[in-house]
Structures are given as structure tokens and as C-alpha cells.
């Protein structure tokens, strides 16, 4: 089998365009991709720290260099939660609520290039597929069911 035909080279291939797009994009507003997303994920009444790793598949090492550059850049500021002393809630600065809205202009631009490019019956298939792949991933028994 070539490359070309397997399932998770396309996957890949495709996820490898989309990230380089949106950085070139993120690049004209001096972000990064990962940037743009996480900003995404902080809402207007603070997010958890601990959440944000999470929702975006990062290892913690990874939100905490994140979240320093974000700080760095002025995009964001940590507080300690009202009730919890323990949990810090990350925050939007002015700076960073401009640049989440570039951010939601950007994945809704796309979104809305795709599907004028792509029938709504496609994309329904496109998304019962990948759902079916994760529900086979979560399951987590992919290398051990009988090969027929």
C-alpha cells in the first residue's frame, strides 16, 4: 500500500495544509496557530489553566510555555479564582480580545471557503467518518482485534 492510500497520511497531510494556512495567517498578526486556538478556548469569565491543555491536546509542559508567551505578548493575564484560591482562571487582555477575534474571523473564514467548495452531503460523510474513527480510537482495540 502507498502512502498516498492510507487513512492516516490523508488525515495528516490534510491537518499539516490547515496548520500551515492558519500560521501564515496567525504570522500577519505576529501569533501562531496555537496561539489563535488557545485564545479561542479562554472565555470571558476566565478559563481554568488546567482546561486549556485539554481542549487543545497539549501536555501541561506545553499550556505552561504556551500561556508564558501568550503573557509575554500581552494577551493574556492569570488570576487566582475567587472561590478557589488553588485554581488560577486566565484571562483576555484587550490586546488578546482583538486577537481572538482575528482568530474566529480566520477558522470561520475557512469553514465558510469549504463549504461553498463542498456539498453538505459530503461534509455529513466526511464528519460520520472521522467520528467513527475516534469512537474506534477511543476504544482502544485496534491492534488487538482479530485480524480477518
Given at each position: 500500500?502507498?502512502?498516498?492510500?492510507?487513512?492516516?497520511?490523508?488525515?495528516?497531510?490534510?491537518?499539516?495544509?490547515?496548520?500551515?494556512?492558519?500560521?501564515?495567517?496567525?504570522?500577519?498578526?505576529?501569533?501562531t496557530m496555537s496561539i489563535g486556538f488557545a485564545l479561542?478556548?479562554?472565555?470571558?469569565?476566565?478559563?481554568?489553566?488546567?482546561?486549556?491543555?485539554?481542549?487543545?491536546?497539549?501536555?501541561?509542559?506545553?499550556?505552561?510555555?504556551?500561556?508564558?508567551?501568550?503573557?509575554?505578548?500581552?494577551?493574556?493575564?492569570?488570576?487566582?479564582?475567587?472561590?478557589?484560591?488553588?485554581?488560577?482562571?486566565?484571562?483576555?487582555?484587550?490586546?488578546?480580545?482583538?486577537?481572538?477575534?482575528?482568530?474566529?474571523?480566520?477558522?470561520?473564514?475557512?469553514?465558510?471557503?469549504?463549504?461553498?467548495?463542498i456539498s453538505d452531503k459530503k461534509l455529513n460523510v466526511?464528519?460520520?467518518?472521522?467520528?467513527?474513527?475516534?469512537?474506534?480510537?477511543e476504544k482502544n482495540n485496534i491492534y488487538e482485534r482479530?485480524?480477518?
Amino acid at each position: 500500500m502507498k502512502r498516498e492510500e492510507t487513512i492516516d497520511y490523508n488525515i495528516k497531510a490534510a491537518w499539516h495544509g490547515i496548520a500551515r494556512m492558519y500560521n501564515q495567517q496567525a504570522l500577519k498578526y505576529k501569533g501562531t496557530m496555537s496561539i489563535g486556538f488557545a485564545l479561542l478556548n479562554i472565555h470571558s469569565e476566565g478559563t481554568p489553566a488546567t482546561k486549556i491543555g485539554p481542549m487543545m491536546g497539549l501536555e501541561p509542559r506545553s499550556v505552561t510555555r504556551l500561556l508564558n508567551s501568550m503573557e509575554e505578548k500581552g494577551l493574556i493575564y492569570r488570576q487566582s479564582d475567587k472561590l478557589d484560591k488553588r485554581c488560577v482562571r486566565i484571562f483576555l487582555t484587550k490586546e488578546g480580545k482583538q486577537h481572538k477575534e482575528k482568530s474566529k474571523e480566520t477558522v470561520l473564514r475557512f469553514n465558510e471557503v469549504v463549504r461553498e467548495e463542498i456539498s453538505d452531503k459530503k461534509l455529513n460523510v466526511f464528519f460520520e467518518v472521522l467520528q467513527e474513527i475516534n469512537r474506534m480510537i477511543e476504544k482502544n482495540n485496534i491492534y488487538e482485534r482479530a485480524i480477518q
